[in-house]
Nanobody
Framework: QVRLVDSGGGLVQAGGSLRLSCTASGRTLSNWAMGWFRQAPGREREVVAAVTRSGGVTHYADSVKGRFTISRDNAKIAVYLQMNSLKPEDTAVYYC?????????????????WGQGTQVTVSS
C-alpha cells in the first residue's frame, strides 16, 4: 500500500506560478512511475504530466507543454509539478498518482495509487 499526499495548490492570478508536491508517507517513490492528473467539474480526469521511474523520460499534455515541468527527487521521496504561466483553463483539482510499471502511464487506469487531490484555481 502506498499513501500519497499531494499539496501546493491554491488561488493564483493568470500568469502566475504554483509548485505542487507529492510525497509518499514513509516510502520511497523511486520504484514507481509517477503522474500528475487533473479533473475539472464535469470533465474526465486527464493526464497533465508523467515521468518514468528513473526520471529519464517525461510526457506532457499538449495544453501544458512549455509551461509545466514534472520532476522527481528519489532521494527526497517526492515528485513535483512546477506550473508557470497559469491560465484560467488550468483550474481543476490536481492529483498525483503512482504506477507499478516500467514506462510512462498516460491514462488513469495505468496507475495504482492516488493522492487526495489539491485544488488549483486560476483567476482571470
Amino acid at each position: 500500500q502506498v499513501r500519497l499526499v499531494d499539496s501546493g495548490g491554491g488561488l493564483v492570478q493568470a500568469g502566475g506560478s504554483l509548485r505542487l508536491s507529492c510525497t509518499a508517507s514513509g516510502r520511497t517513490l523511486s520504484n514507481w512511475a509517477m503522474g500528475w492528473f487533473r479533473q475539472a467539474p464535469g470533465r474526465e480526469r486527464e493526464v497533465v504530466a508523467a515521468v518514468t521511474r528513473s526520471g529519464g523520460v517525461t510526457h506532457y499534455a499538449d495544453s501544458v507543454k512549455g509551461r509545466f515541468t514534472i520532476s522527481r527527487d528519489n532521494a527526497k521521496i517526492a515528485v513535483y509539478l512546477q506550473m508557470n504561466s497559469l491560465k484560467p483553463e488550468d483550474t481543476a483539482v490536481y492529483y498525483c498518482a503512482a504506477g507499478d510499471r516500467p514506462g510512462l502511464g498516460v491514462i488513469p487506469r495505468e496507475y495504482d495509487y492516488w493522492g487526495q487531490g489539491t485544488q488549483v484555481t486560476v483567476s482571470s
